[in-house]
């Protein structure tokens, strides 16, 4: 289309190059041919210009103006198209919306505050998914990155060096054959850990070591983060480590105390026969990591309570076990809470990148529990061996679970896990004004 004269100057005028002011006819000329342009650029008229952008939905106000366009999805990402035009002053004004370009957000838009009812979304906002995406693979990159096994030195909040705590010497005179066991524990965690236990030990305090153990699948300790810290005696392995559980005063399993003590017969603080306890030829730190996961962070830890067990697979005992699994994860929730506001040394990036990559996965399962499903059922980014008929978890505890739900959406809000879904969306309210629909999608 040709350019008027002193055509350039008023492009520039106007805050955007690509901007051309053409004559009334030629504007309604190129108004016809919107519906002509290609996919990828639109030629939109708007207040008498001319101007070529990326755009998916139009919408026509056919009260105010009939030639007017208004564009309420965006589909470009070059920032020129952020200038601002000139327009009539009694155009329809929307604030602008759209991601953070690293991490997300809340999906709240400043000034705003009508509510729209759940699973409701707000025009303007077709790159969301595209830039969810790119923030998600940035997630898994950096929980990726997130080394199994690492050494690391500072240990001031090692259970086992706090004054007062462990109350247990420093080994500093370790024997030869005590050095080499370490170490060869060491190569075997390095080289063995399963996929969702990570560990650190200490360079300059080699009787020390940190776990990190995430919840299994299809257990009330789904996808929550359970740290241990552990120390090696001098009589090592001849007596086996000591394992503290940093519980944060919580008691979420039978085996694991409030007071952070394990009871476990590899250790040799509860009771067992044969391969059950701690052997000093074969037992490994390796293997008392995989026991307090698969044994004690299991589908019904109810049954791991002492005298329990005979009542497995009995209708009292299975309505007990349920029970239990529902305190269990309220309990959970309560210790991902804590893991995300005080996560220990060496573990401040991993516990908030693991709950960025797998805080959709646990609202999902409170949402699934609160509409009745069984505790513990969920498997992946589902949920699994559901009864739609069975409404079994009690008033209490869906109340309960949804004072913490809306604790972990404020949480993982503020780490960056899109919590859109689970949230009432909101509106300008001076959009109130009833319009037809004129959408024109092209």
Not at 241 to 261: A, H, I, T
Not at 318 to 323: C, L, R
Not at 337 to 364: M, Q, T, W
Request: glycine residues 8%; hydrophobic residues 30%.
């Amino acid at each position: 289309m040709a350019e008027g004269e002193g055509s350039s100057s008023r492009r520039w005028a106007l805050g955007d190059p690509d901007v051309v002011e053409v004559s009334p006819e030629a504007a309604a000329a190129a108004h016809h041919r919107i519906g002509f342009c290609s996919d990828s650029t639109k030629s939109i008229v708007v207040a008498g210009c001319v101007r070529t952008v990326a755009h998916e939905i139009i919408d026509l106000d056919a009260n105010d103006d009939p030639d007017g366009v208004m564009i309420i999805c965006e589909r470009a990402s070059s920032h020129k198209s952020n200038h601002s035009v000139s327009h009539p002053s009694d155009w329809p004004k929307h604030p602008k919306s759209g991601l953070a370009e690293d991490v997300p957000g809340p999906s709240h838009q400043p000034g705003t505050s009508t509510v729209l009812p759940w699973g409701c979304t707000t025009p303007g906002r077709p790159r969301k998914h595209k830039e969810i995406k790119t923030v998600d693979n940035k997630i898994d990159e950096k929980y990726k990155a997130f080394k199994q096994f690492d050494t690391v030195t500072d240990h001031s909040d090692h259970y086992y060096s706090m004054s007062g705590k462990g109350n247990v010497p420093e080994v500093k005179k370790p024997s030869k054959d005590w050095v080499r066991r370490i170490q060869h524990e060491w190569k075997v965690l390095e080289k063995d850990l399963p996929g969702t236990i990570f560990v650190r030990v200490y360079e300059d305090r080699m009787e020390l070591l940190r776990a990190v153990i995430v919840g299994p699948a299809g257990t009330p300790y789904h996808d929550g983060l359970f740290f241990f810290d552990v120390y090696f005696p001098s009589q090592y392995p001849k007596k086996p480590p000591l394992v503290n559980y940093r519980s944060g005063g919580l008691r979420l399993n039978p085996n694991l105390y409030d007071s952070g003590k394990v009871c476990l017969s590899l250790l040799n603080t509860w009771s067992g026969h044969g391969c059950e306890k701690w052997n000093p030829s074969n037992s490994t730190m390796l293997q008392v990591l995989v026991s307090i996961q698969a044994l004690v962070l299991n589908a019904k830890p109810y049954f791991n309570e002492p005298g329990y067990a005979a009542s497995a697979n009995t209708p009292q005992g299975e309505k007990m076990s349920m029970a239990y699994n529902e305190s269990t994860f309220l309990l959970s929730c309560r210790t991902m809470l804590y893991s995300l506001r005080n996560p220990p040394k060496h573990f401040e990036d991993f516990a908030r990148v693991h709950f960025c990559k797998y805080g959709r996965n646990i609202l999902v399962g409170c949402k699934a529990y609160m509409n009745g499903a069984q505790v513990g059922c969920l498997a992946g980014n589902g949920v699994q061996d559901v009864d739609e008929g069975d409404k079994s978890c009690s008033a209490n505890f869906k109340g309960s679970l949804k004072t913490l739900f809306d604790e972990l959406i404020k949480e993982f809000t503020r780490i960056g896990v899109h919590c859109h879904e689970f949230q009432p969306q909101r509106v300008n309210p001076g959009s109130t004004r009833a319009k037809a629909d004129t959408t024109l999608r092209l």
